[in-house]
């Protein structure tokens, strides 16, 4: 059973940078499409930056192309969002995702497993 644990939210002015983690068990080797995707209150879950674990081709959304970086540590099975020239509307709760394959990777449709989310909240 793959389990992911976000952590490294917080509060942060506009122009600063946070690193949020997830920690992923029951993965293993095997090939995974890894996502962060985020949900602002009164607004649809939208993918944020999504990397296949194998070849490590990324996605990013056009809205945080530039700022933000996904990568991932396979001997700590964890995966990261590095967040810097933060914005007011970057706040969110941030949620890790993972499913073995899909073709539509920065939609949250299909993906199977998910944390449990991390706020970050930036304030201008």
């Known amino acids: 059973q793959v389990q992911l644990v976000e952590s490294g939210g917080g509060s942060v002015q506009a122009g600063g940078s946070l690193r949020l983690s997830c920690a992923a068990s029951?993965?293993?080797?095997?090939?995974?499409?890894m996502g962060w995707f985020r949900q602002a209150p009164g607004k649809e879950r939208e993918g944020v930056a999504v990397i296949y674990t194998v070849s490590g081709l990324t996605y990013y959304a056009d809205s945080v192309k530039g700022r933000f970086t996904i990568s991932q540590d396979n001997a700590k099975n964890t995966l990261y969002l590095q967040m810097n020239s933060l914005k007011p509307e970057d706040t969110a709760m941030y949620y890790c995702?993972?499913?073995?394959?899909?073709?539509?990777?920065?939609?949250?449709?299909?993906?199977?497993?998910w944390g449990q989310g991390t706020q970050v909240t930036v304030s201008s």
């Open positions: 029951g993965i293993g080797y095997n090939s995974y499409c």
């Open positions: 995702a993972a499913v073995p394959y899909t073709a539509m990777p920065l939609r949250e449709y299909g993906y199977k497993y």
